[in-house]
Nanobody
Framework: QVQLVESGGGLVQAGGSLRLSCAASGRTASIYYMSWFRQTPGKEREFVAAARWSSTSTAYADSVKGRFTISRDNAKNTVYLQMDNLKPEDTGVYYC?????????????????WGQGSQVTVSS
């Protein structure tokens, strides 16, 4: 089992920055990818960014490329999402997720563990 606990988020004006953190515990050695997804009411959970747990490989949704940065600190078993130049359309609940195997990383259905979610609200 892997437990994920998120922190960060909040309310920010457009153009501002926020950082989300996701601390993993339990069988962290089994993690293959850590990712961030976001969801707004009435919409499906969408992929934001992913990071390989044991390498520097990362991936981003086109909508956040150049503005968001995913990073990880394996010593702390924590993954971060630095969000800069935020836009109102970035508003939503952000979830960190862990998967235990390689493959298609963009579908939330292929992740094994989820954080509790963090609200991010960007005002115009």
């Amino acid at each position: 089992q892997v437990q994920l606990v998120e922190s960060g988020g909040g309310l920010v004006q457009a153009g501002g920055s926020l950082r989300l953190s996701c601390a993993a515990s339990g069988r962290t050695a089994s993690i293959y990818y850590m990712s961030w997804f976001r969801q707004t009411p009435g919409k499906e959970r969408e992929f934001v960014a992913a990071a390989r747990w044991s390498s520097t490989s990362t991936a981003y949704a086109d909508s956040v490329k150049g503005r968001f940065t995913i990073s990880r600190d394996n010593a702390k078993n924590t993954v971060y999402l630095q969000m800069d130049n935020l836009k109102p359309e970035d508003t939503g609940v952000y979830y960190c997720a862990a998967r235990l195997f390689s493959g298609f990383i963009y579908s939330p259905n292929d992740y094994n563990y989820w954080g509790q979610g963090s609200q991010v609200t960007v005002s115009s």
